[in-house]
């Protein structure tokens, strides 16, 4: 499998993305360019005509596969700006090395989930994920319903699996 390298995840987005937006997909798109300009095709034919935003959600970074020791992953899926009314929301372990380059480019919000002003929220949604859990599966909240729908009912797209 090779869902961890680079270009597997550059290839999934933008396929999500055309499937959004399939007036937007350029079967002729070279593979190492895809991404970049179906999102700025989205951009501007889709999102600013309607008002509308995009974000996308990568989870994972940490777990992002270097081609080399010490190489940097992340430049192989995340573009370095992204195209107006698109946005992205990436979560990774802390210590991951790679997030300088993230960091460094200035309009990133960094959101430590494990400082103390998020214990609170952090402790409530374990205790809505854990009461969840113990109802049937029918009786669970339309929230996760509708993620499978959206998913076509494929488990791993699911966060409370």
Avoid at 66 to 89: C, D, I, K, T
Avoid at 118 to 131: D, G, K, L, M, Y
Wanted: glycine share 6%; proline share 9%.
């Amino acid at each position: 499998m090779d869902w961890d390298r680079p270009e597997a995840v550059a290839r999934s987005l933008s396929a999500q993305i055309e499937a959004l937006y399939p007036a937007q997909k350029d079967p002729e798109a070279r593979p190492e360019s895809r991404l970049i300009e179906v999102l700025a095709k989205v951009s501007k034919h889709e999102l600013a005509p309607r008002g509308e935003r995009l974000v996308l959600i990568v989870d994972g970074l940490d777990e992002a596969r270097s081609e080399g020791a010490g190489q940097n992953p992340l430049p192989g899926f995340l573009p370095y700006a992204l195209p107006p009314r698109v946005h992205a929301l990436c979560a990774s372990r802390p210590q991951y090395p790679h997030l300088a380059l993230l960091e460094s480019r200035g309009n990133v919000r960094r959101i430590d989930l494990d400082a103390p002003a998020w214990a609170s929220s952090n402790e409530q949604a374990c205790r809505v994920f854990w009461a969840d859990q113990r109802r049937p599966a029918s009786c669970r909240g339309s929230t996760r319903g509708s993620s499978r729908r959206r998913s076509r009912g494929r488990r791993g797209t699911c966060s409370t699996r």
